[in-house]
């Protein structure tokens, strides 16, 4: 038996019998030959940033480190070609280079290609708000060894670019990419009875737009990115370090160890935080706007609803969080996404508002995301892949109208179950 993985938050453990370092598709191919014969589960883990256990095994482990980096760039078609186990931040810096750039993302980017799309990672408006949305190819190995390729109009693209790792190993997938853009970051505090009166015109004025609530409070702050085609203006080195590196990781990480030693302090610590938040503007290009630093280890539970239920669905949650009197140092992040046409995508075929809660790592989350989990599910709500929830397959079918469909690529793709773990087993069947 080999060393145990652990996740970034600490909360996914496993430990494999063996762990190989495949640096092409073809290594890959042998690994799961090897693995099936043997009677061996196989998962690629990404970088472990998952939340929940999607990532792990106890039979052979396929570190991704080896198979990163850059196989194609076509401009005339505007795509990039990249090895799946690429982080973000490698394809960002890459495509720096070339003078290009993802059209949205989230705001962290240590994950890879294959981790993040898995999972249906995703960021805040635009014209596709998922990664999973900007592919246009990709490749897997399946339980046979087989190599899958599969692009736009395919069914199995649509259920392979948020596979859960169920349909086989990601070995190299095809961006759409745009020419590198500048986007202007507006940060400013809003009332709580500001935000629910505007937030439609908010979300309709701006190209991107990140919310942020502070519970037992009336004080939010909104973020909004828009595309502009005047220069980069960053922050300054001093005001950035204060901001993002002191502030948001430093002192935050002291506030959440006192609170965890005195609970009962979260409510006017919130008061004082986010009283003290300032406005701020500045400009950079695309993914240093999108991504901020995240060195505080938590714990998260994010659900997809309907657009038109989602406010709607946060003052509910504010009700349930005050009536409870759970105490909650983190802010709930609201963002709003268009649609997209992955089978499993938490956002298929309807306009969505995320809506993510979150507690230091050392805090016991399972009251607070059970409790606000009844509130989501209530409101038609589907649980991010990579983040914590309770669902099952019996009722996850029936949030997916796809569900059986992909279940039907899964049966062809894995017929010997190679690629399951316990979690695909609860979330799949």
């Not at 396929?62 to 196989?71: A, I, N, S």
């Not at 078609?77 to 931040?89: D, H, I, Q, S, Y």
């Not at 502009?228 to 935050?252: G, H, K, M, Y």
Request: proline share 5%.
């Amino acid at each position: 038996m080999t060393a145990a993985w652990t996740s970034w938050s600490g909360l996914a453990e496993s430990r494999p019998r063996q762990v190989l370092r495949p640096t092409s598709p073809a290594e890959v191919a042998d690994a799961v030959v090897a693995a099936r014969a043997s009677g061996l589960r196989v998962k690629m883990p990404g970088s472990g940033h998952s939340f929940t256990d999607i990532a792990t095994t106890d039979g052979v482990l396929l570190d991704p480190t080896g198979l990163t980096g850059l196989v194609s760039v076509d401009r005339e078609a505007m795509t990039v070609t990249a090895l799946a186990g690429t982080t973000l931040r490698q394809l960002n810096a890459a495509l720096d280079v070339l003078g290009l750039a993802l059209h949205n993302m989230g705001d962290v980017d240590p994950q890879t290609l294959a981790g993040a799309l898995a999972t249906g990672t995703h960021g805040s408006g635009g014209v596709t708000s998922s990664l999973s949305g900007q592919l246009s190819s990709l490749t897997l190995v399946d339980s046979s060894g087989t190599e899958r390729s599969a692009s736009l109009g395919e069914p199995l693209f649509d259920a392979a670019r948020v596979g859960l790792g169920a349909l086989g190993i990601l070995t190299t997938v095809t961006f759409r990419v745009e020419p590198a853009f500048v986007l202007e970051a507006d940060e400013r505090p809003m009332s709580w009875q500001d935000v629910l009166a505007s937030y439609d015109e908010l979300t309709r004025s701006h190209h991107h737009v990140d919310l942020y609530w502070f519970p037992h409070t009336d004080n939010c702050l909104v973020k909004t990115d828009d595309r502009t085609l005047e220069d980069p203006a960053p922050l300054s080195r001093a005001r950035a370090w204060v901001d993002d590196e002191l502030l948001s990781n430093t002192v935050f990480g002291w506030v959440n160890r006192l609170t965890n030693a005195r609970p009962s302090l979260a409510p006017r610590v919130n008061a004082i935080s986010s009283r003290a938040l300032s406005a701020r503007t500045y400009r950079d290009v695309s993914h240093k706007v999108f991504v901020s630093p995240r060195r505080v280890v938590f714990r998260e539970m994010e659900y997809s609803l309907p657009r038109e239920v989602g406010m709607e669905a946060l003052a509910e949650a504010r009700r349930v969080i005050e009536r409870r009197g759970w105490n909650i140092t983190f802010p709930v992040e609201v963002r709003c996404t268009p649609p997209d046409e992955a089978w499993l995508s938490t956002t298929h075929d309807r306009e969505s508002v995320y809506l993510a809660f979150h507690v230091h790592r050392d805090t016991d989350h399972r009251a607070y995301f059970e409790g606000v989990e009844e509130v989501l599910r209530a409101y038609d709500g589907r649980p991010h892949w990579g983040k914590l929830h309770t669902r099952t397959a019996a009722d996850l079918a029936l949030a997916y109208p796809r569900f059986g469909d992909f279940l039907a690529v899964r049966d062809e793709l894995d017929p010997d179950r190679v690629f399951t773990n316990p979690y695909l087993e609860r979330v799949l069947g």
